[in-house]
């Protein structure tokens, strides 16, 4: 069994900073690319940010330049650093890892349970 467990979220006010920490575990084999998403009320589920195994990475527009991905590959673990946050990037972030398990022949998508990030005005 493959987990994917959040941590890092919370309450700040406008401004300020946090950051999510998304470490996966169990039968992985490999892991091509992990990620975060983000779901308002609301709102549908979208892309914050994306990074490959090899590094690359993708932002949605609206957090370009305040938020950045990185990844500890031999930990399997990634991390969100959201900086400047302001009250409508308010919404439960999610994990997400593009991962093939052992005993396995393709890779698929796996998702965290959540944590809820609040920003106040």
């Known amino acids: 069994q493959v987990q994917l467990v959040e941590s890092g979220g919370g309450l700040v006010q406008a401004g300020g900073s946090l950051r999510l920490s998304c470490a996966a575990s169990?039968?992985?084999?490999?892991?091509?690319?992990m990620g975060w998403y983000r779901q308002a009320p609301g709102k549908q589920r979208e892309l914050v940010a994306r990074?490959?195994?090899?590094?690359?990475?993708n932002y949605a527009d609206s957090v370009k330049g305040r938020f950045t991905i990185s990844r500890a590959n031999a930990k399997n673990t990634v991390y969100l650093q959201m900086n400047s946050l302001k009250p409508e990037d308010t919404a439960v972030y999610y994990c997400?890892?593009?991962?093939?398990?052992?005993?396995?022949?393709?890779?698929?998508?796996?998702w965290g349970q959540g944590t809820q990030v609040t920003v106040s005005s």
């Open positions: 990074i490959t195994s090899g590094g690359s990475t």
């Open positions: 997400a890892a593009d991962l093939r398990a052992t005993m396995t022949h393709k890779s698929l998508d796996y």
């Open positions: 169990g039968s992985i084999f490999t892991i091509n690319a």
